[in-house]
């Protein structure tokens, strides 16, 4: 009776964590890795067909254009498809959180190959990692995000929307670094902008991962 009588009329407050802009805070992280994780994916696929047709004197493998065309076609299909797959590992193996963090560390070896093995051997290694890493992180980063919003929230849908602020962002930003380097110095030089991209996606979810 004293007890319901002390608490009567008074509202009961879940504590607030950490916020920034009024979002909880791991959205920042969230949003920064699936940008850099955009920039590597868009800067790479961008010069990934110029590479695969180009002459050998232009630095290219000098492949018939409907050859490197359709390569680059089916490879941004994988991507979609092995979402199905990120899903499952997420579900059944690794929880969202690791598989968002190894799905990224597969996307960088991915283009860290084809960086360092020339011709058609970095080509065949390359989009099959970077399309199983790539699915893993994108299946799995939006459904982390959704996680750190209560059921009804209203700042849910504004969470969202800035995260895939995250996302244009960096498949705007990638293709103009990577083509930059393509025309200066070199395909290769692309292609290691893309694999640093991701490198520093890496490390500031590490650094932030806790949250």
Known sequence: MVADMTTAGQTQEKPVGRTLFGHPIGLA???????????????????????????????????????????????GGLVYL???????IADRVLGMERTVFYGGVVVMCGHIALALIPGLAGVAVDPGLVALGSG???ANASSLLGTLYEKGDPRCDGGFTLFYLGINLGAFIGPLI?????????????????????ALGLGQYVAFRRN
């Open 136 to 138: 893993a992180l994108k």
């Open 178 to 198: 990577t083509g930059l380097l393509q025309t200066q110095i070199g395909f290769h030089w692309g292609f290691g902008a893309a694999a640093v991209g991701m």
């Open 82 to 88: 092995s979402t199905l797959l990120g899903g499952w």
């Open 29 to 75: 992280n969230l949003f920064g890795v699936e940008l850099w994780e955009r920039f590597s994916f868009y800067g790479m696929l961008t010069i990934l067909g110029y590479y695969l047709y180009y002459s050998v004197t232009e630095g290219g493998l000098e492949l018939p254009k409907a050859t490197a065309t359709g390569i680059v076609g089916a490879y």
